[in-house]
């Protein structure tokens, strides 16, 4: 997402946070922004469970020690964490904060519990988006489609999709992904406002202004 302002404000990153139920496009839409946007970083978790051979560490994930994390988790090192299946997973804080004190932003592809601990921790730095399908219907054709889970765990999913939908008055902005170019368009639409707040760029704005009035 190329930016078309002649003039670019200093400000400090935002963390860009989009959850969904599984099946509802954030992965996707999350790829298209990071292929897109140059602004934009990925946060990068940690974890404990093992790695499949198509991870790179570094990349997909920071694959850690049990006891590393714990090390991590109890120093106050971690944004947010959750245990999944018996294994850990966390974002670590001091990478996110050295991007945004640089200027970038961090993009979250999370669920709706992460995106509570973030906005606990760092509210002003946050702005999240929820996504939710256009019908559960659709929703199940979708999982469907992908013919990753078997039917069980497809029901399993629906199931939690519910639950999960109904944290979406939580979320700063809701979108409804029943086309993906006009989801992404958006997404995009809400990143340029929200990289326009007076609040993030206060002090780039003001000196700016000074040499308007100068």
């Known amino acids: 997402m190329p930016d078309q302002r002649h003039v670019r404000f200093p400000r400090r990153g ?4 989009i959850s969904s139920p599984s099946g509802a496009g954030k992965g ?6 990071l292929d897109t946007d140059r602004d934009m970083t990925l946060s990068i978790s940690v974890t404990t469970r093992d790695r499949r051979p198509s991870e790179i560490n570094g990349v997909h994930y920071h694959f ?20 999944v299946h018996g294994n850990y997973y966390g974002t670590p804080q001091a990478p996110v ?29 946050v702005v999240s988006v929820f996504i939710l399908p256009p019908s559960m219907a659709e929703l199940r054709s979708r999982l469907t489609r992908r013919a ?11 199931v939690n999709a519910r639950r999960e939908i109904a ?6 902005y809701v979108v409804v992904n029943d086309d993906l170019d006009a989801a992404f368009a958006d997404l995009t639409a809400i990143l340029r406002a929200e990289r326009s707040r007076r609040s993030r760029a206060a002090e780039g704005i003001a000196g700016f202004v000074g040499t308007l009035l100068a």
């Open 64 to 83: 850690i020690t049990q006891q590393r994390f714990m090390s991590m988790r109890d120093g106050g090192e971690l944004l947010e964490w959750a245990e």
């Open 28 to 33: 996707t839409l999350s790829r298209n922004i």
């Open 14 to 17: 935002l963390m860009f946070v």
């Open 97 to 125: 904060e050295e991007a945004l004190a640089s200027g970038r932003d961090v993009l979250f592809d999370i669920d709706w519990q992460g995106a509570a601990q973030l906005r606990e921790k760092m509210s002003s730095d």
């Open 148 to 158: 990753e889970d078997a039917p069980e765990v497809i029901e399993k999913r629906l």
């Open 167 to 172: 944290e979406w008055s939580n979320f700063d």
